[in-house]
């Protein structure tokens, strides 16, 4: 089965600077990767996602890119605020499912 | 419109007691998950439905049930609870297979 691992586990940042938590996948027919945040006590919720057949894509100070041939993919925040900080998890799915990786806890001091 | 809904969202059972984790969704969704969330372990897949009337193993079945009661429910049973069943249970819902996943606002269960 599919396999993610995600790295750093914990990042700390200052307000203003840019964080990267990067995801590597096992199963070379994944083909969406989504990425959920989820603030203390509450659910994951969506933040962006990418398809296979798609390089990179931004929403506002949010980007991901993939790199398929290397099984890699990365979440790039820039800009950050306070209100960023939380745990952000990234995923690959094939069809049916969704596999986590183990999740990074992104603080961001004032 | 309530999207997903779990019930209860906190539990304490004895090691040996039995309970039903509640789920249900009201976006007309095909799919529907159950996920356990432990420190340090990310999210992992207990059993999934993807579509009314099927269930399939994910990562970590041992220990658990499921049933797709219809389209909206799909209930998540401990038969006989252990302490390593403690953790907070995520249920999900979509309408495109992986894509797009809806979470509920979890259940926290601790098994003493």
């Known amino acids: 089965g599919e396999n993610v691992e995600q790295h750093p586990s914990t990042l700390s940042v200052q307000e203003g600077d840019s964080a990267v938590i990067k995801c590597t996948y096992s199963?070379?027919?994944?083909?969406?990767f989504p990425w959920y945040k989820q603030e203390l006590g509450k659910r994951p919720q969506l933040i962006i996602d990418?398809?296979?057949?798609?390089g990179e894509k931004k929403d506002q100070r949010i980007a991901v890119t993939l790199n398929k041939t290397a099984k890699h993919f990365s979440l790039h925040i820039t800009e950050t605020q306070p209100e960023d900080s939380a745990v952000y998890f990234c995923?690959?799915?094939?069809?049916?499912?969704?596999?986590f990786g183990k999740g990074t806890m992104l603080l961001v001091s004032p | 419109n309530a999207g997903v809904t779990q019930t209860p969202k906190f539990q304490v059972l004895k090691t040996g007691q039995s309970m039903t984790l509640q789920c249900a969704q009201d976006?007309?969704?095909?799919?529907m998950y159950w996920y356990r969330q432990d420190p340090g372990m990310g999210l992992r897949l207990i059993y999934y439905?993807?579509?009314?009337?099927?269930?399939d193993k994910g990562e970590v079945p041992n220990g658990y049930n499921v049933s797709r009661l219809n389209k909206r429910e799909f209930s998540l049973r401990l038969e006989s609870a252990a302490p390593s069943q403690t953790s907070v249970y995520f249920c999900?819902?979509?309408?495109?297979?992986?894509?797009?996943?809806?979470f509920g606002s979890g259940t926290r269960l601790t098994v003493v």
């Open positions: 999900a819902s979509s309408d495109q297979g992986a894509q797009g996943y809806t």
């Open positions: 199963d070379s027919a994944s083909n969406y």
């Open positions: 990418i398809r296979s057949n798609v």
């Open positions: 995923a690959a799915s094939g069809y049916s499912t969704l596999t």
């Open positions: 976006m007309n969704h095909n799919s």
């Open positions: 439905s993807a579509s009314e009337g099927t269930t």
